[in-house]
């Protein structure tokens, strides 16, 4: 709880993510400058690798990937395929765990709580990303990373620079 107290002390810049409320917030100067729905993990919050849950606490935005690639670009394994996601593509992969238009892979920044070993968010590959619009019903239902519609993740990518602190909690 100090690590998070003095992080947000600190931060004059980051994003908010809740998970009860489904929404990402961009703070600055502790002012909300701008606000998205999102969805979070359908299994809840939780750290531990494997639960498909979203982790907790505060992380950074390590990497920024997606730069110059079409709205509804389709990646798999953070490289894109060359697909366009269209309905009759989703309707042809309906079990796709689908990830769109950009990526903002997170990393955790507390140790044992969201880095290192079984609960380190980096290597459960836990990002904000775009997925077909018509899958944010505004419920959890991903299977741990932050959903968001393609327009709203193409204007957080812009917005934002690789580093920036991520504070989720419930």
Not at 20 to 34: A, D, F, G, M, P
Not at 54 to 70: F, N, V
């Amino acid at each position: 709880m100090v690590i998070a107290h003095t992080l947000m002390s600190e931060t004059h810049y980051f994003l908010d993510i809740s998970i009860s409320t489904q929404q990402l917030s961009l703070i600055e100067h502790s002012r909300v400058t701008k606000t998205y729905p999102v969805s979070t993990a359908k299994k809840g919050a939780g750290e531990q690798k494997g639960s498909e849950c979203t982790p907790r606490g505060w992380h950074k935005i390590r990497a920024k990937i997606g730069t110059d690639q079409p709205v509804q670009s389709v990646f798999k394994g953070r490289r894109p395929t060359g697909e366009i996601y269209t309905q009759d593509l989703g309707e042809c992969y309906p079990q796709r765990d689908w990830i769109l238009t950009r990526i903002l892979w997170l990393g955790g920044l507390e140790p044992g709580k969201n880095r290192y070993g079984d609960v380190d968010t980096c290597w459960r590959y836990i990002y904000i990303h775009g997925c077909p619009d018509q899958l944010m019903t505004g419920i959890p239902d991903s299977h741990g990373c932050v959903r968001m519609k393609n327009a709203d993740v193409l204007d957080l990518f812009n917005r934002v620079e690789v580093g920036i602190k991520v504070y989720i909690h419930e």
